[in-house]
Nanobody, 126 residues
Framework: EVQLVESGGGSVQAGGSLRLSCAASGFTFDDYAMAWFRQAPGKEREGVSCIRSSDGSQYYLESVAGRFTMSSDNAKNTVYLQMNSLKPEDTAVYYC???????????????????YGQGTQVTVSS
């Protein structure tokens, strides 16, 4: 059974930083694509970033590129999202997700992934 457990959310002021973590289990960790999605109140879910295990290639939503960095630690079966220079519009519930190895890119961020965690709240105040 695939399990994804996020942590690290919280409340920060604009310009601050947070680091999200996602502990994964129930599948071959180094043989999948991992991603972060977010959903703000009243808005649709959007793909924030993803990483492809086969070659380490990454994708970032344009509005977070240069501010957010996704990384993975296969030894710990954990992925991270380092979020810097946070803005109030980054406020959302952030979800970790996993899917087949090649599903990392803008089209897949729109389509969504097969498995999601329970989410962690990120609130950025102005």
């Amino acid at each position: 059974e695939v399990q994804l457990v996020e942590s690290g959310g919280g409340s920060v002021q604009a310009g601050g930083s947070l680091r999200l973590s996602c502990a994964a289990s129930g599948f071959t960790f180094d043989d999948y694509a991992m991603a972060w999605f977010r959903q703000a109140p009243g808005k649709e879910r959007e793909g924030v970033s993803c990483i492809r295990s086969s070659d380490g290639s990454q994708y970032y939503l344009e509005s977070v590129a240069g501010r957010f960095t996704m990384s993975s630690d296969n030894a710990k079966n954990t992925v991270y999202l380092q979020m810097n220079s946070l803005k109030p519009e980054d406020t959302a519930v952030y979800y970790c997700a996993v899917d087949r190895p090649l599903r990392c890119g803008d089209q897949y961020m729109v389509q969504g992934y097969d498995y999601y965690g329970q989410g962690t709240q990120v609130t950025v105040s102005s």
